[in-house]
């Protein structure tokens, strides 16, 4: 199974970062030296993937930008000698073939990823949700990949996450394959307490096949009034294989401010430019606290 395109569900308005959000994307906001959404760009290649589709809304124009050569920008860095920023800037255009899609209705993920149908065509795909960065050793949809070549299945990204916040996720029904893989029978979205399968929750990451969008196609709308990629997902493993990957890692959610400062401070300690700087400066900080 080789997995060639990704699917990049980004058509949200940011509520949760608000007011920062009003005017710009929230994929747009910087993590350190880069936008959030070039973190998740970058696993994708980095996994193997060569075609992207990013499904946009209104309002998320500077995300068409930033993939984009800017001849005037760089003509200026190059003249002044600044090859390092040269570099930068030139860097987001060439990491892939990105392909722009608008959901137009705001009607949920499930929705969202529907609309990838003409760009998927017949082959299995990866889906990567644009809050949730992760920080990992092997890129965690390169961990899915493997995990779906190896089963021939479709394969979901998940860790366990405490009681008090799974209803904020889904909740996963398992059995074990082996130490951190897990076959996936059932499941369920924002589960209140007496609908939970196991503390397994999707994380933003899937490996689907094209048979899901017959599924999202026939959905009916499930929590919030949206249409659920979990609610397709749910239907996709009664009827084919599904595996769960208990992914190494970090997942951080960037779409809330306080895991948006999470990475933030995790990704400018491991930045060669802020590492020794911003630890020497968290001391001083702590000293005070
Ligand atoms: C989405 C998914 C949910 C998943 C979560 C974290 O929810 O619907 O199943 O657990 O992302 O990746 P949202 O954060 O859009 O409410």
Not at 144 to 154: F, M, T, V
């Amino acid at each position: 199974m080789k997995v060639r395109k990704a699917v990049i569900p980004a058509a949200g308005i940011g509520s949760r970062m608000l007011p920062a959000t009003k005017s710009i994307p929230k994929e747009m906001l910087p993590l350190v030296d880069r936008p959030v959404i070039q973190y998740i760009i970058e696993e994708a290649v980095a996994s193997g993937i060569e075609d992207i589709l990013i499904i946009t809304n209104r309002g998320k124009g500077p995300m068409e930008d930033y993939f984009d050569y800017f001849p005037e920008l760089e003509l200026r860095l190059e003249a002044d000698k600044k090859y390092d920023y040269l570099n930068s800037v030139k860097r987001p255009a060439d990491l892939a073939n990105i392909y722009f899609l608008r959901q137009k209705e705001t009607r949920g993920l499930g929705h969202a990823v529907g609309r990838a149908r003409t760009f998927v065509g017949d082959e299995p795909f990866a889906v990567l949700l644009g809050d949730d960065i992760m920080k990992s050793k092997v890129p965690v949809t390169k961990q899915l990949i493997d995990a779906a070549e190896k089963y021939g299945a479709s394969a979901v990204g998940t860790q366990a996450v405490p009681d008090e916040a799974l209803a904020r996720y889904s909740s996963l029904k398992i059995e074990a394959l082996e130490e951190n893989i897990y076959r996936v029978t059932d499941m369920v979205e924002k589960p209140k307490p007496s609908e939970r399968f196991s503390n397994y929750a999707i994380l933003g990451r899937y490996v689907l096949t094209p048979d899901i969008f017959d599924i999202l196609d026939g959905l009916e709308p499930g929590y919030g009034g949206e249409i659920q990629l979990t609610d397709g997902l749910k239907k996709l493993c009664a009827v084919s294989p599904m595996v769960a990957v208990d992914f190494e890692g970090v997942r951080y959610d960037t779409g809330n401010l306080k895991g948006y400062l999470e990475a933030t401070i995790d990704f400018a300690l491991d930045h060669d430019e802020t590492g020794e700087w911003l630890r020497e400066y968290l001391k001083s900080k702590s000293e005070l606290l």
